[in-house]
């Protein structure tokens, strides 16, 4: 991965690899299948949007109207196919990690809800408000999540980005999970 991507992407999946071995020790997955995962979420990131465009078309992916339209949505399921044809993983579990890091969805898998808060809290990340979700994520996979998703929400809501339903729904879930606890 050193090699395929430039510095700051690979420091980035570094982080989110270690971010994610990190989480699966603490939740009880596996950790050496989370260090992939992390380390591969973001191999979609290395094409440009056109580039990303035409794989999808070229692999008659099947994506929806939001994801089609936004860069930062459409790396994650180009990037899961791309994982397993130019990196040759074939673990569905690691395949389906990468592919819903962006928007999330409800039912993920543990293996899934570590790889987006790890995107969210690796090392290298510094927004206002991470401290908080490295503080739940401690203790609390799913109530750091909330966290996370609700920043997710919000940022795409100020920058004016379409909202993919299925972060609303991912939301929605962790609240009706959270509130059932
Ligand atoms: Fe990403
Ligand atoms: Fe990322």
């Given at each position: 991965m050193q090699k395929i991507l430039d510095g700051r992407l690979y420091r980035?999946?570094?982080?989110?690899a270690e971010a994610a071995e990190t989480l699966a020790c603490r939740f009880?997955?596996?950790?050496g299948r989370a260090y992939v995962a992390g380390m591969v979420h973001d191999y979609g990131k290395r094409y440009s949007f056109q580039e990303l465009i035409n794989?999808?078309?070229?692999?008659?992916?099947?994506l929806d109207r939001v994801t089609i339209r936004e860069c930062k949505l459409l790396h994650a399921p180009v990037g899961a196919a791309l994982v397993e044809l130019e990196l040759g993983i074939t673990d569905p579990g690691i395949i389906k990690a990468v592919a819903s890091h962006t928007t999330g969805r409800p039912g993920m898998t543990l293996l899934e809800k570590?790889?987006?808060?790890?995107?969210?809290?690796?090392a290298g990340r510094r927004y206002e408000g991470?401290?908080?979700?490295?503080g739940a994520a401690i203790n609390d996979l799913d109530g750091a999540l909330l966290i996370a998703v609700n920043h997710a929400l919000n940022s795409v809501i100020a920058r004016g980005l379409l909202l993919h339903p299925c972060s609303v729904a991912f939301r929605n879930s962790l609240l009706v999970d959270i509130s059932g606890r």
């Open positions: 980035h999946c570094l982080g989110v009880g997955a596996d950790p794989k999808a078309a070229e692999l008659k992916l099947s570590i790889i987006y808060l790890a995107d969210y809290i690796e991470v401290e908080k979700i490295r």
